[in-house]
């Protein structure tokens, strides 16, 4: 079937995506922990992204669900809660005030989220793979 | 990348000259020092082996006991009441000899910062490389004795129940011997300055965890120790000599390898080399023969006239926009009355400065600036009601920010025209966030000082908040989220107005709920002030905010200030606490400095690194540098170097432990935990923290203590009491919290006042007025009494200081020829306590209160009103809400914590 090639295609591209600003996330935080940024260049850079971040998120785990691709639901539903309940508390913004004391912390959420979006590349890999091969 | 204060202040990186020649050799007596500090040599008695001195411990009997025995013995006996701790250690507490300190006996003049270099003081420093490996066991044996001096026990004074309490102790600074290690001397930065909690930095993070103790330091950069003044580093060719690596300046503690020709830097350990103008013999104990006539190498704290490299642009005038609310609220309250009568009075000194700026900007529902140009023969207003998207100022001329010695005239009739300008003003609105925004727009080029006075809560335009239903939440785990901003509008304004050096002072004099929280963040992230006005009136706090508003624009202000802290490999800064903007993880922007601003810093102890560190110092240094601009235009380096012996042993970092700015780093620590978390977490993180001490210490001196003894260390036996006191303040407490306007002003207080103003605001100082001697010429401040209900007599009248006010309290019975004496009057029964005035009367008991207020007010620079309370009035309650060591519905009483505290395992 056409469509499920052309979801899956979407998918990958959209873990790729994700993968990047992860990494990009966690480069500029190393950055300030260096001292080669101010913290309001900093987050000047990462908050407009933050939040397209978790809608590209929470999208692709609806698309999932309405496809009723269930596997990759269930892998993204915890990080989507995550986000959900990060933007309800508001905890989501990058305080320019408030971000030394919170560098390791906030890095390692990246990096567990990175992990998570790799996971997910390579599934969403695999499922294009299948379904190109079963078309 | 280019590590230094030329991030901000200046473009060119200074360059160490590489020029290897032959060193000059100095020649002469010793130097000496006039300035140097007593010695103070140990009493015998007090060199005991460090287990003994270990084992110096307060103990205490079971209160309930002893109390009843005490009392007994005072009244049954008149010797001295005989005390477990005297039992246990009568030598030690007998023989100490009085701690000679300098600073505090106020010779006539001014003298300068205590530099002890050469013979004969008790503060000449090893040679660094010499003392290192053995330093553990160095300082820990011929180290000074555990500060019992300062920790008296004041059992007559303070009915006999032999509790430790704090004597009447101004700054309550740490005893010389335990903040000026032998070794390192006054060379080191004075607790004035840079206080760390332990004068001693444990060896690894095993040893100090194995301890509970907190490690970091309380910091006032730019405080002004009464009688002395920093040095200034007279320049030589050599310029400011500082390590090409880290560019922590040349300090005491540096080590002079070559002949004079290299020196290791302490902070990274790089070898530089000496420039030759800085170069001097090195005698044969790596030390500079010519320290003494050197002031950056025998003061710990210097200051230096920075050179042109330092500066990025011409250094910046004083600066200050006065934004006031002349809304209906405020008018009818006398505010703009109240402003422009101090302003009249306080301008003077700005108008003879000729390179000051001045602007006026006030707000109702519209905004109002001012052209003060003198091309101009009168003051004009320019009205400007849209500011739907973003302020736009009107047009340039007349000017609105005037030289203030040339515009004189013009601010002069503004300010006579200001109390009838808006009299009947109807307009309720209240938009300071675009006058914020006008302000900032104003001087962001110039950099300066915006004085906010504020009538309540912002309600139009930008900024505007709505306000939060408190009602509910007070006392409860919602409290915390009111205590966070509303609007992120005020920090994201402040986060744009530090790096351009503008800072924001609030005055916020509110009759209602006035958002504190949410506008606060204006002066917490730009290191400015904030002060507040509950339930604001013109009688009650009319001169209180005059003399406020009068000391912020008078009172000497470093101008475009950033500091840098620097520490030495195995020392890392793991958080600031106070009102400043971090512009990097060691750099801060404190748009203005004054000196009252204090730092708290907690400070991590890196195992590998310092160990590293130890192969080639024997100490850790902490260099403070603060880059300002001074008022007269001269930009000024001022650097603090705290030296800290490394000591592997406990009993060495028990007894350079340093109970009260302990005290007041970990309630720093808790203010914040209060707003990201709970009070309640708060509450119980700084009682968790007294428990993890006791605990650790009883299980580290197993022998030491029994069954219902508390056992602490004697530098340590303060803690329990502020620990105590803590939660009893408003910003902590649970019962009685009042608003949340007032928490959060209780809450900024901890985190930017100094070590002793916090202490003395924790815990006050209870006097007793009468019955006792009368002096008219009272020039000593009598003991203090316990803070508990027994010290108030029904016919006794107290005196409290609390720092921010001070309370005349009177019993009920108070014999009429006292009441006549001190009031005027026959009796106090039928006047309400707020209608009373305490005027001077031509009598001795009069002339003897009022010496005893001066002598208070002299110590502080906060203006401090008198509140007279009776004890059968409507302000006895809070009047007992300072009686500290008593118990509340949700803290224990003073001696029943300790012993909650001994029965801990
Ligand atoms: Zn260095």
Redesign the interface.
């Known amino acids: 079937m056409e469509w499920s090639v052309l979801l899956w295609i979407l998918m990958v591209v959209m873990a790729a995506v994700l993968l990047f600003i992860m990494v990009f996330f966690i480069i500029e935080l190393s950055d300030l922990a260096s001292d080669f940024v101010s913290p309001v260049e900093c987050c000047r850079k990462l908050s407009p992204i933050i939040l397209p971040e978790y809608f590209a998120q929470l999208t692709m785990t609806v698309l999932m669900l309405i496809t009723l691709n269930f596997t990759a639901f269930i892998i993204n539903a915890p990080l989507a809660a995550y986000h959900v309940y990060s933007y309800q508390t508001k905890s989501y913004w990058l305080d320019p005030t408030d971000i030394f004391p919170k560098i390791d912390e906030k890095r390692r959420v990246f990096f567990i989220k990175l992990g998570f979006y790799l996971i997910l590349f390579f599934y969403y890999l695999y499922c294009m793979i299948m379904s190109l091969i079963s078309d | 990348?280019e590590?230094s204060e030329s991030i901000v202040g200046g473009g060119v990186p200074l360059s160490v000259e590489t020029a290897a020649d032959p060193s000059r050799v100095r020649m002469g007596p010793p130097p000496t020092s006039a300035g140097r500090r007593l010695a103070v040599h140990p009493a015998p008695a007090a060199r005991l082996l460090p287990v003994a001195r270990l084992l110096l411990v307060a103990r205490l009997l079971p209160v309930a006991r002893l109390l009843p025995v005490a009392r007994r013995a005072l009244v049954v006996r008149p010797a001295p009441v005989v005390r477990p701790a005297l039992v246990a250690r009568p030598a030690l507490v007998a023989r100490l000899p009085p701690v000679a300190r300098p600073g505090l006996q106020a010779p006539p003049g001014r003298a300068t910062l205590r530099c002890g270099v050469g013979p004969g003081s008790s503060a000449a420093p090893q040679p660094p490389h010499a003392a290192s490996a053995s330093n553990g066991r160095a300082s820990s044996s011929t180290g000074p004795p555990t500060g019992s001096a300062n920790f008296r026990f004041g059992s007559e004074q303070h009915g006999g129940d032999g509790v430790p309490r704090p004597v009447n102790d101004e700054f309550i600074l740490p005893p010389d011997d335990v903040a000026q290690h032998p070794s390192l001397g006054p060379m080191s930065s004075d607790p004035f300055h840079f206080r760390p909690t332990i004068h001693a930095v444990p060896a690894t993070e095993a040893l100090l965890n194995s301890t509970g103790l907190t490690f970091g330091a309380v910091l006032s950069p730019f405080a002004e120790k009464p009688d002395e003044e920093v040095p200034t580093v007279q320049q030589t060719r050599a310029g400011i000599v500082r390590c090409r690596r880290c560019r922590s300046y040349v300090h005491p503690f540096v080590q002079w390898l070559d002949h004079g020709r290299k020196w290791r830097c302490s902070v990274c350990h790089l070898v530089n080399d000496c420039p030759e103008a800085f170069r001097g013999r090195v005698d044969e104990r790596g030390r500079r023969v010519d320290a003494a006539e050197r002031t950056e190498l025998s003061c710990g704290s210097v200051e230096y006239v920075a050179p042109k490299e330092y500066m990025m642009r011409a250094p910046q005038p004083p600066t200050y926009v006065f934004v006031i609310d002349v809304s209906a609220t405020s008018a009818a309250s006398s505010i703009p009355e109240v402003v422009a009568s101090t302003l009249s009075n306080s301008l003077e000194d700005i108008y003879e400065d000729e390179r000051a700026l001045v602007a006026f900007i006030t707000y109702d529902s519209k905004l109002h600036f001012y052209g003060l140009d003198s091309a101009f023969m009168q003051p004009r207003m320019m009205v400007v009601s849209e500011f739907a998207d973003g302020v736009e100022l009107p047009a340039p001329t007349p000017r609105m920010l005037v030289r203030a010695s040339e515009a004189r005239e013009n601010i002069e009739h503004l300010l006579e025209g200001f109390p009838t300008m808006f009299e009947d003003n109807q307009d309720s609105g209240a938009a300071l966030g675009p006058a914020l925004q006008a302000a900032f727009s104003m001087v962001g080029h110039v950099g300066g000082k915006v004085l906010v006075v504020a009538a309540g809560r912002p309600s139009v335009g930008a900024g505007a908040v709505k306000a939060r239903d408190e009602r509910k939440a007070i006392g409860t785990a919602k409290e915390s989220a009111l205590l966070t901003p509303a609007d992120?509008f005020y920090?994201l304004l402040?986060?744009d107005a530090a790096?351009l050096h503008v800072s924001f002072d609030l005055f916020m004099l509110a009759q209602r709920p006035s958002e504190l929280s949410t506008v606060s963040?204006l002066s917490?992230?730009t290191g400015g002030k904030v002060f507040f006005y509950p339930n604001f009136s013109l009688s009650k706090d009319g001169q209180r905010v005059s003399a406020d508003l009068s000391a912020m624009i008078t009172r000497p202000t470093g101008w475009e200030a950033v500091m840098r802290i620097r520490c030495s490999r195995g020392l890392k800064i793991?958080?600031f606490h106070g009102h400043y903007?971090?512009?990097?993880?060691?750099?801060l922007a404190l748009p203005n400095v004054d000196a009252a601003s204090t730092f708290g810093v907690t400070i991590a102890i890196e195992d590998s690194a310092l160990e590293g560190a130890r192969s080639k110092f024997s100490y850790a240094t902490m260099q403070a540098a603060l880059l300002y601009t001074a008022s007269n235009g001269e930009r000024r380096i001022r650097v603090h170097t705290l030296a800290l012996p490394i000591v592997a042993e406990l009993p060495a970092v028990y007894q350079a432990a340093d109970a009260p700015c302990m005290a007041a780093l970990l309630l720093k620590m808790a203010t914040l935990k209060a707003e990201s978390s709970t009070i309640e977490d708060a509450r119980s993180a700084m009682l968790n923290k007294m428990d993890d001490i006791v605990k650790s210490f009883k299980s580290l001196s197993k022998s030491a203590g029994g069954s219902g003894q508390l056992v602490l260390p004697a530098s340590l036996r303060l803690l329990p009491y502020y620990t105590l006191a803590g939660l009893k303040n408003r910003a902590l407490r649970v019962e009685g919290a009042g608003s949340v306007d007032g928490r959060s002003f209780a809450l900024t207080r901890a985190r930017t006042l100094p070590v002793h103003y916090l202490l003395h605001t924790i815990a006050p100082r209870l006097f007793r007025v009468q019955p006792g001697p009368v002096n008219p010429q009272l020039s000593k401040l009598p003991l203090t009494l316990s803070l508990t209900a027994a010290s108030l007599g029904s016919d006794h009248v107290m005196l409290l200081d609390t720092m921010s006010a001070l309370w005349l309290w009177v019993g009920r019975d108070t014999p009429g020829p006292v009441i006549r004496a001190v009031f005027g009057m026959d009796s106090l029964a039928s006047v309400e306590s707020t209608q009373l005035r305490l005027q001077p009367l031509d009598n001795d008991l009069s002339a003897h209160v009022f010496a005893m207020i001066s002598l208070i007010r002299s110590q502080r620079d906060e203006y401090m009103p008198v509140y007279i309370v009776k004890q059968d009035g409507r302000y006895h309650a809070s009047f007992c809400s300072f009686l500290v060591e008593d118990r509340s519905s949700s803290v224990m009483a003073y001696p029943e914590y300790l012993q909650a505290l001994a029965k801990k395992k």
């Open positions: 990348m590590n992120n920090k402040a986060v790096p963040s917490r992230h793991t958080g903007f971090a512009r990097s993880s060691d750099l």
